[in-house]
């Protein structure tokens, strides 16, 4: 088995409870990385507590700057594990931001191996399904189009294009037309009607 | 003519409210919008810059009738006008409008921006009117607007009004929040029991004839199929989730609006634990309160089409309208629901079993031929019709003694009822006659009578069901596996459930017995299928336009002839034609014989402005009540009031618990008043901290940062106010307030790339919980975090929680065993990755934002605010702050070939999405390209299937 499909952990974190709630990817022990975790030649991860690092702030500091600069993505995952965190996160907030490091939280150990997992099982995968997408279905856009306008939701959606047919005869849709449909109120068909017929850069 | 005089009672609510700066709360119909005009016009005198925030559009027109009143009385010399800001007037023309003084009303974000900006000569500002105010809270932005304008003028008044008791007693101490908000001292109450109210009113009034109606029978079996629906789903809510207080959350409560609210803030500190199933059930209520509201609202053909559009579009389609199907559709009241809703429009019967010379009826009327219209008329309709009658019997009666008779004034809940109602007046006379064999079967037929208006919204019905199974069967052509199949699957399952449920025999009606129960979807698809049948038969393309009844009825329609049936007026021709014929029949009718169908939603002034002598109402509403009560008051010609309720109904039951609710409300407010904590800082704080800008929590920050050493030497030499450009959308939300509150100069800009920039190379896109997980699912925040990080050597992305939300990012849904494409977890990762250089910054509220925003912009450079705003623009020539108007550009970005590259050019080129979507495929090429042309034409063009 190559190591491109195992996580490399660093030796410093043997023992550390985390390491069993990573069960959906392959990982092994290091002893020559400088991260926490390895997920790639070019990603990293570094581990901390909020705990660990209310007794050591000089810690996390120390750890980053020895990491480097030989990765391109570097991921500061931070466990949330005490009730009050507001100001330790404040002030990683700001390290993670002028280290170059991006900040995740989690709040259990399980979402932390979570976040670790996900990192290597979606190293390769493209981001289509955060991006957006451009569907096929006539009436998936209808209702795209539709519920931009506020407070239209998608039994209005139905009842608009099936009272109307096409977009175009929509568009030219009188409000008390609009009004008629079942489910649609005035102050609805007044927001469609209006968001159909005020002009785009109003007139003076 | 001019407004009626304001009475005893309001001119003391005004002078009290001259007299100091108060929040002032009024019940509903005592004419807060009549006070709040007087106060208005007392208050801009010619010197005068009063703003007026927080009203709707209703409210601004409103006013503007009055004033209008005002100027065409006696004293048509009355100068008092009010100007309307919106985001379509730009900034140049709105600092001349603030410079040029008066009244201003003022949408709050536009005013806010434009105090920042300093637009707004604040210092001559004489005062600020609050409408509306209990939607105020401390993150609001007027609570912003006040703050900023007691800082630099302490001397401007700042009165709010109220007629919404019921708010305020919402959560912990609301009242004194509100009025901590607003920096006011005092309250003022003014409810129905008020002694000087009480003597005002109740002085004479003329007879009330209640008339209380039973429901029909189907009518009852709606309304109990409704509650058990409410109370499963209730029950199913209460036992899935801890957060809900089962004393509030009953079937009882969630009869009213507030029910909403109350399920949603019980429910927000948990909200984004809750399963996709738990939220769906919180929806699934505030709908099944509109249908049990629609019930006895909505006639029974337009309530039929409502619940099947429901239940289509609750249906999974691939790649379009998604939604799982809520968990009430499918349980055994739900499909009573639709059956008795079915069984009170129509029945489909053998096509043998009717008569040749029926089914040709139906035919030429256009409905299928295998069905009997059944049709209840709603029994309110039809005692409104005698009631009318009986009036102009009276009225014919009074005539002959020379004594005056003014017009009927009939009110209503909805302009859709209004327009039922007109309609059903209008055709009174207008039967269509079927024959039909009896129910029993025994080959005998009678002759059936529909009125025509019921069967025309019939014949709509079907024409609206065969385009709506045309959309399901396109969009979902694999589940369809023919009529019913799975339909009986699920229901066999559901006829299986627990004995224990409670389920209702239905009495031994012969209606019962003819049709044994189908489950709802099963139902549907007959319907469908009829329809299909008879879009068939008609060949003829028809646009849906005469869908329901007629579009065209007039306002203020009078009486119709006897037999005049003028039919369904389709086209404008035919429409002129009537017109002409309206007048050559009826000419000018004394007033004695008008009779106009108003809406409550509308009803200020109706009353000054007809001067009826008969007032029914159609359906209950305490307000209105009230505005009679203040008619007679002035000494009205009223003779006779009607007032219209279901006995036993829900309609009656929210009714009587509206008017207790508010009643409780002001008892409630009383108390808290006698021991209301007054806010100290009349306006002395404020300015104050304008006089040492940097404020006590900046300071306190970078004192603790200097202690850790890390701050950059010298800093604390020069404490200067540090900046932030925040895109003026983002005023929305309460982090630019609190920015400001705690110091920070914001400078609100339109900015196409992030939300704050902080400093030239650091941009921040703010994301709230929900709006995270939209925008990763939507693919916007992909858009914007590409953006950003090539704008900006420093892109952070903002992850914000609500106050009162737990700070976890976890529970959504929890952690499933394997890795899940579509957890929240996966897709924030999937971002991560994307873009190696983008930041997250977590925040558990606005409040530690603040805090945050201020340790990262320790040492570093202010911003340039040209800079910012030049970020990621293309077209820099156009003037872009307040160009665009929201909801038209919205709808324009969303639509298919649009990207945010060609919109700009778009709205340039047509004027608004009606011209766009008129537009031929060609022009459109010209600044689309020929490609996203073709996709945005065929938008529009194609058929919804």
New interface residues.
Partial sequence: RSISQLVLVNDLQRGNPLLACIR?VRWSHSRDILPDFEISRS?CVLYLSIRYHRLHPEYITKRIDGLGRSY????LLVF?DTDD??IP???I??V??QS?????????L??AG??I???K???N?S?D?????????????????L????SVN??D???L?????????L??A?V??L?????I??LKAQ?IF?????????E? | MAPAPLLPFQRRVLDELLDEDALCVVARGLGLNRILAELARVCATPRALVFLVNCSEQDEDDLQHHFMQMRSGENANEATELRIVKNETNATARGQLYRRGGLISVTSRILIVDLLNEVVPVELVTGVIVHNASRITAESIEAFVLRIVRQTNPSAFVKALSDAPEAFTLGFAPLEKTLKVLGLRHVHLWPRFHVDIQRDLSADSAPVIELRLPQTRSMVELQQAVLDCLSATIGELCSSTKALDPETVNVESSLFRYFDAMVKRQLSPYWHRLSARVRNMADDLTLLRRVAELITAYDPVSLLEYLDALLLSSKPTPGGLPGPAASWMASDSANILYAVARTRTFRKVPREQLPQQTRERLVSLGLPDTIVPVLEVPPKLEILAQVLEEIGVANSAAAGQNAAAGPVLVMAGSGRECRMIRAYLASLHSHVEFDVPQPDGDGGATAERHPRMMVDMLRGFFRWKAQAAGIRAGGGASQQTGPGTAGHDSAGRLRRAPPAKRRRVRGASSAGLRFPRAPAEALEQEASDLAAEVAALQEEPDSAHDAGFGVHESTGASLDAPGGGAGYLDDDDEWADALCAFDENFGLLSSSETVVVHPYSNSKGVLQALLPTHVVMYAPYPAFIREVEAYQARGAPLKQVYFLVYDNSLEEQRYLSAIRRERESFERLIREKATLVIPVNDGNVGAQAAASPANMLLRAVAARSHRNARSVPGMDDAPQQPRVVVDVREFRSPLPSLLHASGFEVIPRTIDVGDYVLHDNLVVERKSLPDLIGSLRSGRLFNQADAMTRHYSYAALLIEFEVNTSFSLQAIGGLSSDIAVNSVTSQLTMLVLAFPRLRVIWSSSPYETVSIFAELKQGALEPSIDRAVAVGQDDASVEREGVYSQAPIALLQSLPGVTLKNYQALARAYRNVRELAAASQPDLAEILGADAAQRLHGFFRSKAK
């Fill in positions: 959906n990603s391109r993505m570097r991921v949330v965190s507001k996160l404040r002030e907030n700001r993670a931001l170059d490091m991006t900040l995740l939280l989690a709040w259990s399980d979402e979570r976040y997992e996900t990192l099982a979606f190293e995968r981001p399904p955060i991006r957006e997408r451009v569907d096929d279905s006539h009436m998936a856009r209808v209702s795209n189009s519920t931009a306008v506020r998608k039994t959606v139905l009842t294009a099936s009272n109307f047919g096409s977009f175009a005869t568009s030219e009188a008390e037309e009004a008629l449909c079942p489910g109120g005035e927001r209006k968001a159909f017929n005020d002009p785009f850069v109003p003076p």
